[in-house]
């Protein structure tokens, strides 16, 4: 029922900044801030990684280890959107990002492999 659609992904230079959107719509009785939402991102050949997730309700996020520092989610529920702002991009950070979303409450959120909705993954590449 819910729909999640990603946008923001393009070339950007090592070093530069980039911000992925996540529109989500399709609701049935309940707000986008009954949803915990995270961003993954899987490159060729790789497994899957979680990068970062917002909880429900207050909105406590939590974080990858090696993206802290550098990657920020945030949620602005008026506009059933959530957003990932990347800094100081690295080629490794090359890759299909997704964001997912699950209901799920009263627990801070932790990038587990349970999320039941999905985008279709926007393309982001780093490289001069």
């Known amino acids: 029922q819910l729909h999640l659609v990603e946008s923001g992904g393009g070339l950007v230079q090592p070093g530069g900044s980039l911000r992925l959107s996540c529109v989500v719509s399709g609701f049935t009785g309940y707000t986008l801030d009954y949803y915990e939402i995270a961003w993954f991102r899987q490159a060729p050949g790789k497994e899957r990684e979680g990068l970062a997730c917002v909880s429900s309700g207050g909105g406590m996020e939590n974080y990858a280890e090696f993206v802290k520092g550098r990657f920020t989610i945030s949620r602005d529920s008026a506009k059933n959107s959530v957003y990932l702002q990347m800094h100081n991009m690295k080629p490794e950070d090359t890759a299909v990002y997704y964001c997912?979303?699950?209901?799920?409450?009263?627990?801070?959120?932790?990038?587990?492999?349970?999320?039941?909705?999905w985008g279709q993954g926007t393309q982001v590449t780093v490289s001069s």
């Open positions: 997912a979303a699950v209901q799920r409450l009263y627990r801070l959120c932790a990038l587990s492999n349970d999320y039941n909705y």
